[in-house]
């Protein structure tokens, strides 16, 4: 059965995509994961700390952490563009303007078919409001599109106080797509070093939820590609999201799990669910619960959230 989509312009073959993390770190583990059916796959990160901007991380989670120098990176990026055949995402983390932004055309240049830009900003200082923090992501896509002739994917935060509004200014400034949501890895505190220690947990499928509602409500307001992030363990996460009006669907921690079968898995659920509705393409239901087509648009709104308070089994 045909799963093909588009996302960013791209043909993808299916709309399972390997989100950004280390898993094509290994050029025959990302060739396992094309062969087991992923649509396109993501690099992990060059972080703006890399070029200079923001401060020096040195130490155990320092600059000696990174995987990949810039230069690594690219060289690895033209590796992966002659073993595999889907399209490779680069992937840009950062915050504020700066030198990691002229990375870009030499990304374009290895062989990116397009950028995913991930905004992971935690504010601490009061005196930075929140229009300003907007102000720059805007400026920062603008520049960035303007750099490239490929496409490039912002991948946000829910964080915002109007997520709506901020992706289609992101739409205006040249972003061709939305990926949501980034996940934000919370620091422990060690109570007998009294330090703060890096946590990192998997995602499950109780995440998919915050992802499903917005997914909805950008949907029919935005004209560009949709990707979720966080979440997607099943095939009914996967089915989720589509509905909701995503048109790929980003895996991580799955993959990481169980590895490149996992694909199969999801490939296997969704065209069983697919069969058993009578649906022979993904264009046939993605997005018809959306905000616009959904037959119960309150479900996304406040008269879903006083329901569900008010019901007896709460």
């Known amino acids: 059965m045909p799963l093909a989509t588009r996302y960013l312009g791209l043909y993808l073959r299916s709309p399972f995509i390997v989100g950004s993390s280390p898993l094509c770190d290994d050029l025959g583990i990302a060739r396992q994961l094309q062969d087991a059916g992923a649509g396109a796959v993501v690099m992990r990160s060059l972080f703006m700390e890399q070029f200079g901007t923001g401060p ?31 399209p490779v995402i680069a992937s840009l983390n950062g915050c504020r303007r700066g030198a990691w932004m002229e990375v870009a055309p030499l990304l374009e240049e290895a062989g990116a078919d397009a950028i995913e830009v991930n905004f992971y900003h935690v504010v601490t200082r009061a005196d930075v409001a929140a229009d300003q923090v907007e102000l720059e992501m805007l400026e920062i896509v603008r520049e960035l599109t303007d750099a490239v002739r490929i496409p490039v994917a912002v991948k946000l ?19 061709s797509g939305l990926v949501v949501f980034n996940r934000f890895y919370q620091p422990d505190v060690d109570i007998d070093a009294m330090e703060v220690r890096p946590t990192l947990h998997l995602s499950d499928s109780s995440e998919l939820l915050l ?32 509905l909701t009006g995503a048109h790929a669907v980003q895996v991580v921690s799955a993959l990481l799990q169980y590895g490149p079968e996992a694909l199969a898995s999801l490939h296997e ?15 046939e239901f993605r997005g018809r619960l959306d905000l616009h087509r959904c037959p119960d648009p309150d479900a996304f709104e406040r008269a879903n959230y006083i329901r569900t308070l008010n019901t007896r089994s709460y």
Request: neutral net charge; proline residues 4%.
């Open 211 to 242: 992802r499903l509602r917005w997914l909805a409500i950008l949907s029919p307001q935005i004209s560009g590609s949709l990707a979720v992030s966080g979440g997607v363990h099943a095939a009914e996460d996967a089915i989720k999201a589509l």
């Open 56 to 86: 020096a991380l040195d130490g155990p989670n320092g600059v000696a952490d990174y995987h990949h120098t810039p230069e690594r990176y690219l060289r690895h990026l033209a590796a992966l563009k002659k073993r595999l055949s889907i």
């Open 157 to 175: 935060s829910p964080y915002h106080a109007a997520v709506a509004q901020l992706a289609v200014a992101l739409e205006l400034e040249g972003a």
């Open 269 to 283: 659920g969704l065209e069983t669910w697919m069969g058993l509705h009578g649906f022979t393409g993904l264009a």
